[in-house]
């Protein structure tokens, strides 16, 4: 059984920080890509940053220069760093791991979200 965990959100005020982090644990071969989507309410899901195994990065445009991904790949950990919040970045924020068990095929996992509010 593979399971996501995540950690870190919070309510912060406009121009505040907050790092999330999110765990894979279980029955692990290998992970691939590792990513943060966030869902406003409301609104459809959408993907926030992502990072290849090799540490390739991309980040959707509203949060450049403000979000930093990164990953440690002995800890089979992602992490998104978020400065200079806005409110509009108030959202569930949900980790996505695309993840080889020890049995069985690839499959994208998901974490349970976590809830992150800034406040004007």
């Known amino acids: 059984q593979v399971q996501l965990a995540e950690s870190g959100g919070g309510s912060v005020q406009a121009g505040g920080s907050l790092r999330l982090s999110c765990a894979a644990s279980?029955?692990?071969?290998?992970?691939?890509?590792m990513g943060w989507y966030r869902q406003a309410p409301g609104k459809q899901r959408e993907l926030v940053a992502a990072?290849?195994?090799?540490?390739?990065?991309n980040y959707i445009d509203s949060v450049k220069g403000r979000f930093t991904i990164s990953r440690d790949n002995a800890k089979n950990t992602v992490y998104l760093q978020m400065n200079s919040l806005k409110p509009e970045d108030t959202a569930v924020y949900y980790c996505?791991?695309?993840?080889?068990?020890?049995?069985?095929?690839?499959?994208?996992?998901w974490g349970q979200g976590t809830q992150v509010t800034v406040s004007s």
């Open positions: 996505n791991a695309d993840i080889r068990p020890l049995v069985g095929i690839k499959y994208d996992y």
């Open positions: 279980g029955r692990i071969f290998s992970i691939n890509a």
């Open positions: 990072i290849t195994k090799g540490g390739s990065t």
